[in-house]
């Protein structure tokens, strides 16, 4: 079966550095996809990735390596406003997207 | 504002209900989604439309009626549903169909089924 794996829940605090880590097992891999939804709120795109390596983007950065079926999330900086859920889904084979169930991270002061 | 709206945003409803879904993407997309996602889940995708064709659609319970008049709106017409069917069903859209493309939410409806 095809399975995304991520913690259930992380805690941090404001200014740290927070890791979300997103393992995947699925048949092929076509891309890897990164979420945000706050509570009550439209799942947003925060970052693609295809290929291995880290891409930057501002205080969030993205990694991914095939080979380890891993990717994982870099939120740098913390800010209160980023108490939200993550979502990571990857696209397979078949170009379907499988969703993980999301790391809601909890931003202490 | 991400451009996918959806109404109502809270439903509460009983078994012997019929209510609808609404969808409206403003984005000039393709394919359009229903999701459900219930707490603690991944997100389930119900239907997928494409150009308003519908291609998918993942063994959802008959109670659940997808129609897409046209490639920016869609709809979902509940009818005599479970006290499971109690989540958010969230409206996505996406430029082309297939899992590359970035799919652009609508804020969801949060339903209750009593």
């Known amino acids: 079966g095809q399975n995304i794996d991520q913690p259930t829940e992380m805690t941090a605090t404001e200014g740290a550095i927070v890791q979300i880590n997103c393992t995947y097992q699925?048949?092929?891999?076509?891309?890897l996809f990164w979420y945000q939804q706050h509570a009550g709120e439209a799942p947003t795109f925060l970052s693609y990735?295809?290929l291995d390596g880290l891409e930057e983007k501002g205080r969030f950065s993205s990694f991914l390596s095939r080979s380890k079926g891993y990717s994982y999330l870099l939120l740098k900086e913390l800010q209160m406003k980023d108490s939200a859920s993550y979502l990571c889904?990857?696209?397979?084979?078949?170009?379907?997207?499988?969703w993980g169930a999301g790391t809601k991270l909890i931003i202490k002061p | 504002e991400t451009g996918v709206t959806q109404t109502p945003r809270h439903l509460v409803m009983g078994m012997t209900n019929k209510k609808s879904l609404k969808c409206e993407q403003h984005?000039?997309?393709?394919?359009m989604y229903w999701y459900k996602q219930s707490a603690k889940k991944p997100l389930e995708l119900m239907f997928v439309?494409?150009?308003?064709?519908?291609?998918e659609n993942n063994s959802v319970p008959s109670r659940f009626s997808p129609e897409c008049p046209n490639s920016s709106h869609l709809f979902l017409h509940l009818h005599t549903l479970q006290p499971e069917d109690s989540a958010l069903y969230l409206c996505?859209?996406?430029?082309?169909?297939?899992?590359?493309?970035?799919?652009?939410f609508g804020p969801g409806t949060r339903l209750t089924v009593l």
């Open positions: 996505a859209s996406s430029q082309e169909l297939g899992g590359t493309d970035t799919q652009y």
């Open positions: 990735n295809v």
């Open positions: 439309y494409n150009f308003k064709e519908q291609t």
């Open positions: 984005l000039g997309h393709n394919a």
């Open positions: 889904a990857v696209t397979d084979s078949n170009y379907q997207l499988i």
């Open positions: 699925t048949s092929g891999f076509n891309g």
